[in-house]
C-alpha cells in the first residue's frame, strides 16, 4: 500500500466525530486542577526559597551592585509569585454539561495565555534583569571566583532563553487542547 492509498484510506472513513461526556469533562477539569495546584505549591516554594536566599546574602553583607540585584530579583519574585497566584485554577460552575464545557475551554485559555503574550514577557523582564546584576556584583566583590560567576550568569542566560519555546510550546498544547473543543461544540 501506497502512501496515497492510506491517505485516501483515512479520509474515506466515516465517524461520528470526537465527543466528550460530562463525566470525561469533568475527569479533565479534575486533572488540570490537581496539575496545577502542584505547580503553583512549586511556584510558591521556589518564589519563597530565592527570595529568603536573597533576603540572607543582603544581611550578610554585599556590595551596592549586589544590593541592587537582590532587590531586583526580589521584586521580580514576587512578580512571579503574584501572577501564579492571578493564574490559579478557578471553581467549576453548578451547570450544565455545556457550560462544563465552556469552563474547560476557558480554563484551558487561561493556561495558554499564562504561557505566552504579556503575561510571560512581563515575567521575563521582571525577573531576567535581577539575578544578572547580582552576579555582576558578585563576580566584582569576589573577582577570585569570577569565572564560575560567568559560568553561572551564562547557565542563567541559557535557561532564561530556553523558558520562551518551552512557554510557547506550552501555550500551543494548550491551544490544540481548547480547538479540540471548539470542534466539539461545533459538532454538538
Known amino acids: 500500500m501506497g502512501n496515497d492509498d492510506v491517505v485516501a484510506l483515512w479520509q474515506e472513513q466515516g465517524g461520528d466525530g470526537f465527543r466528550m461526556s460530562r463525566e470525561e469533562i469533568q475527569m479533565k477539569l479534575d486533572k488540570m486542577q490537581r496539575r496545577l495546584r502542584r505547580r503553583t505549591i512549586d511556584g510558591y516554594l521556589i518564589c519563597g ?93 569576589h573577582p577570585e571566583v569570577s569565572s564560575w560567576i560567568r559560568l553561572e550568569a551564562i547557565t542563567f542566560i541559557v535557561i532564561a532563553i530556553a523558558a520562551i519555546p518551552l512557554n510557547l510550546w506550552t501555550a500551543r498544547r494548550y491551544q490544540k487542547q481548547i480547538d479540540a473543543l471548539t470542534r466539539l461544540q461545533e459538532e454538538s
Open 49 to 141: 526559597t530565592l527570595f529568603l536566599f536573597f533576603v540572607g546574602w543582603m544581611i550578610v553583607g554585599m556590595n551596592a551592585l549586589q544590593k541592587v540585584g537582590a532587590v531586583l530579583t526580589m521584586g521580580g519574585l514576587t512578580f512571579l509569585a503574584w501572577q501564579i497566584r492571578a493564574n490559579g485554577f478557578r471553581g467549576l460552575p453548578a451547570d450544565d454539561g455545556s457550560s462544563t464545557l465552556e469552563h474547560l475551554r476557558r480554563e484551558l485559555a487561561r493556561q495558554r495565555d499564562f504561557h505566552r503574550g504579556a503575561r510571560f514577557w512581563q515575567r521575563v523582564l521582571f525577573f531576567v534583569p535581577g539575578p544578572l546584576v547580582f552576579f555582576a556584583g558578585f563576580a566584582q566583590q
